[in-house]
């Protein structure tokens, strides 16, 4: 049987070790996709990652339409996961970062952010799925651009333009002599490094993490001949240890991309010297 450059697993299934074939290592073609429907290249075209994107989007809104659509007084069990879930993002995210008095406003957004980073990252270890959305760059990229322009916004309603131009370059008078080579630092920081290094870092660790569950799972396949076979047991832990460490991961990278979408904010509202 060939492979399929453009499939998630695509490796040759008859191939082991010691029956002459080397072994079909992850790479980039793990990560791409041919499309469901339409024609790869065009503007019309729909693939797996997108698939995944949108039962996502689906699976969040039926959640919490379940959960708080007919909310009680005295919750039920569904509505305590979904109270317990918000109020993680409120309390723990949000109003540690902004505060009660200014972060109210943006609890639904940040609420909505988490767990749809969350669920596109926990596909990677979803049977038939087995693919973090998020680690193709577009998609951490496209959210971190929304945050970018709700920073961007918050920054120049709050203390204007001039205002806000002080607040991205770090406007500091009494910084002296050195204050032109700060302002271009912090500016070029805030308006260019800080939106570029935000999506990087959702979409570098959940490629690091795929590739190397994809390295462990396709090894304990190959390995399965004669006394390979001891060494695709300890592949297969490792690939379990792996998914555990992945769902770990997975949390945590939701946390932090809400974490700094939070901090952006809170610069933006801070008052500048």
């Known amino acids: 049987m060939s492979a399929d450059p453009t499939q998630v697993l695509a490796f040759e299934t008859d191939c082991h070790i010691f029956s002459g074939c080397g072994f ?82 943006y609890v639904p957004f940040m609420v909505s952010l988490f767990f749809f980073v ?60 050195v204050l032109p080579l700060v302002m271009v630092i912090e500016f070029f920081s805030n308006v260019l490094v800080r939106p570029f290094t935000h999506a990087v870092r959702l979409f570098a660790n959940m490629f690091a993490g795929h590739t190397l569950l994809l390295l462990f799972t396709i090894a304990s396949w190959y390995l399965l001949n004669g006394i390979g076979i001891a060494y695709a047991g300890v592949s297969f832990v490792m690939v379990i240890v792996m998914t555990a460490f992945e769902l770990f991961i997975q949390a945590v ?17 801070a008052e500048h010297h």
């Open 118 to 177: 969350w669920i596109l990252n926990v596909w990677s270890i979803v049977p038939l799925a087995q693919f973090p959305v998020t680690s193709i760059i577009a998609y951490p990229a496209v959210l971190a651009v929304i945050v970018y322009f709700i920073w961007m916004s918050v920054t120049f309603k709050r203390h204007g333009f001039v205002g806000g131009l002080k607040n991205l370059t770090g406007y500091d008078k009494s910084l002296g002599g």
């Open 24 to 105: 079909p290592g992850p790479g980039l073609h793990s990560f791409l996709f041919e499309p469901l429907w339409g024609e790869a290249g065009s503007n019309a075209y729909f693939n797996k990652p997108m698939l995944l994107a949108l039962l996502g989007s689906i699976i969040i809104v039926a959640f919490f339409w379940a959960a708080f659509g007919k909310a009680k007084i005295v919750p039920g069990k569904l509505q305590m996961v979904g109270e317990a879930g918000y109020d993680f993002v409120r309390r723990g995210i949000v109003y540690e970062t902004l505060g009660k008095k200014e972060g109210e406003k």
């Open 253 to 269: 990278q939701a946390y932090v991309f809400v974490l700094l979408a939070c901090s952006f904010i809170q610069g933006a509202l």
